[in-house]
């Protein structure tokens, strides 16, 4: 079997999830690392003393040539870093969640992925647990029935970083269904940044699909859970019954015909952790000279939504989807819940005109 070279941009949280799962892969020979701290660079020496440790990426690219590069900097990074790294001899490519910070720098991504027909891998490690694959296959067999209302509470995180893996798994959910519609309100009085991003206090996303299924996701730093101890919930609401479930823990609850008074379902986590199991289906495309682009694809769909929330939110309106067709409304001197004079001009809502 084929040792793939590896090499590592950005060493902290999630480069350290891509170096832990090459080191421990069979498939791969993680030999080089860069990060502009020296901290960082010291710390992933000392973990694994026969890489290479460079200060920019730059140099590593043209110093340790690899078979693939894991891009784990901060998304604003993402692109400028994707694109040199693409333009090197490469077999393979990681691109961290959030692809980038806009769905379009995102889309050009993979546009230069796909032309050179690499495959690429994009760690949204909740889609490959084992409960997550359970719980997708019983509500696609109709479990639940139809698929009605998602609600997700999650404390501790944000729409981009943590709300982005949340929508992408309700898009591959969703299995074809669109969104066509974000709505958000945002509350970021406390200034809070995450993982290279400025990020909101508070915030209430509503998405609404082609087939009238609601997405409810409420994130932030500190969310109250209606399970106390938890720190995500999802409930997944359908015409004949309900999945709930905690994200990254290895168990869900379901209450259906089969079983009436809910049940709790404990599942065995897959021994290789989330990276792993991305990394080895990367080096499987790899030898057989395939590229599969559907993880890549839901990611920047899911990255469209978190894109749309923000603007949603700074906007004051409803994002009606695709984001490209997008362009914000002028400023409106318009204060619901306030008195309505009279006169100043706007829309009879009891003689709604028919909509087109
Ligand atoms: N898939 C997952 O489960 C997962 C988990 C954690 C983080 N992530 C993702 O990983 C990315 C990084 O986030 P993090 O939490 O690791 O952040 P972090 O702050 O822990 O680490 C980022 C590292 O990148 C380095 N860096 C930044 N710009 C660089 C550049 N131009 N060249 C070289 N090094 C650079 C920084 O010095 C830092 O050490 C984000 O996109 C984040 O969403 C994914």
Same mark, same amino acid.
């Given at each position: %079997?084929?040792?793939?070279?590896?090499?590592?941009?950005?060493?902290?949280?999630?480069?350290?999830?891509?170096?832990?799962?090459?080191?421990?892969?069979?498939?791969?020979?993680?030999?080089?690392?860069?990060?502009?701290?020296?901290?960082?660079?010291?710390?992933?020496?000392?973990?694994?003393?026969?890489?290479?440790?460079?200060?920019?990426?730059?140099?590593?690219?043209?110093?340790?040539?690899?078979?693939?590069?894991?891009?784990?900097?901060?998304?604003?990074?993402?692109?400028?870093?994707?694109?040199?790294?693409?333009?090197?001899?490469?077999?393979?490519?990681?691109?961290?969640?959030?692809?980038?910070?806009?769905?379009?720098?995102?889309?050009?991504?993979?546009n230069a992925v796909q032309a050179r027909?690499?495959?690429?891998?994009?760690?949204?490690?909740?889609?490959?647990?084992?409960?997550?694959?359970?719980?997708?296959?019983?509500?696609?067999?109709?479990?639940?029935?139809?698929?009605?209302?998602?609600?997700?509470?999650?404390?501790?995180?944000?729409?981009?970083?943590?709300?982005?893996?949340?929508?992408?798994?309700?898009?591959?959910?969703?299995?074809?269904?669109?969104?066509?519609?974000?709505l958000t309100a945002i509350d970021k009085?406390?200034?809070?940044?995450?993982?290279? %991003?400025?990020?909101?206090?508070?915030?209430?996303?509503?998405?609404?699909?082609?087939?009238? %299924?609601?997405?409810?996701?409420?994130?932030?730093?500190?969310?109250?859970?209606?399970?106390?101890?938890?720190?995500?919930?999802?409930?997944?609401?359908?015409?004949?019954?309900?999945?709930?479930?905690?994200?990254?823990?290895?168990?869900?609850?379901?209450?259906?015909?089969?079983?009436?008074?809910?049940?709790?379902?404990?599942?065995?986590?897959?021994?290789?952790?989330?990276?792993?199991?991305?990394?080895?289906?990367?080096?499987?495309? %790899?030898?057989?000279?395939?590229?599969?682009?559907?993880?890549?694809?839901?990611?920047?769909?899911?990255?469209?939504?978190?894109?749309?929330?923000?603007?949603?939110?700074?906007?004051?309106?409803?994002?009606?989807?695709?984001?490209?067709?997008?362009?914000?409304?002028?400023?409106?001197?318009?204060?619901?819940?306030?008195?309505?004079?009279?006169?100043?001009?706007?829309?009879?809502?009891?003689?709604?005109?028919?909509?087109?």
């Amino acid at each position: %079997m084929k040792t793939y070279t590896a090499a590592v941009i950005g060493a902290g949280t999630g480069g350290q999830l891509s170096m832990a799962a090459l080191a421990n892969s069979p498939s791969y020979e993680l030999v080089a690392v860069a990060d502009l701290s020296l901290e960082a660079r010291a710390a992933a020496s000392a973990r694994y003393p026969n890489i290479n440790a460079f200060s920019s990426y730059q140099q590593l690219l043209s110093d340790c040539p690899t078979d693939i590069i894991c891009v784990a900097t901060w998304p604003t990074s993402h692109l400028e870093i994707a694109h040199a790294a693409v333009a090197c001899d490469l077999t393979g490519i990681l691109v961290e969640k959030p692809m980038a910070e806009t769905a379009v720098n995102g889309r050009q991504i993979l546009n230069a992925v796909q032309a050179r027909r690499l495959p690429v891998a994009v760690p949204h490690n909740l889609l490959v647990m084992t409960h997550i694959r359970e719980i997708l296959a019983r509500v696609n067999n109709g479990e639940i029935g139809d698929l009605r209302l998602v609600e997700i509470e999650c404390s501790g995180w944000d729409i981009i970083n943590a709300g982005i893996h949340w929508l992408n798994f309700v898009i591959t959910l969703a299995a074809g269904d669109q969104p066509v519609s974000v709505l958000t309100a945002i509350d970021k009085t406390s200034r809070t940044y995450r993982d290279g %991003m400025q990020v909101e206090t508070e915030a209430v996303t509503y998405v609404q699909f082609e087939s009238g %299924m609601r997405v409810v996701m409420h994130t932030g730093d500190y969310i109250r859970i209606a399970e106390p101890g938890r720190d995500t919930l999802f409930r997944l609401i359908g015409t004949q019954g309900s999945i709930d479930f905690y994200a990254w823990q290895s168990c869900y609850s379901m209450q259906n015909a089969q079983f009436p008074n809910r049940q709790l379902i404990d599942v065995s986590p897959a021994a290789s952790s989330g990276h792993q199991l991305h990394l080895d289906r990367l080096a499987e495309q %790899m030898r057989l000279g395939v590229a599969d682009y559907t993880v890549a694809e839901s990611s920047l769909a899911a990255l469209e939504l978190c894109e749309a929330a923000y603007l949603s939110a700074t906007h004051g309106c409803v994002v009606n989807l695709p984001l490209s067709a997008f362009s914000p409304p002028p400023n409106a001197d318009w204060h619901p819940g306030r008195a309505y004079l009279g006169h100043g001009g706007g829309r009879d809502g009891r003689r709604l005109p028919k909509k087109t």
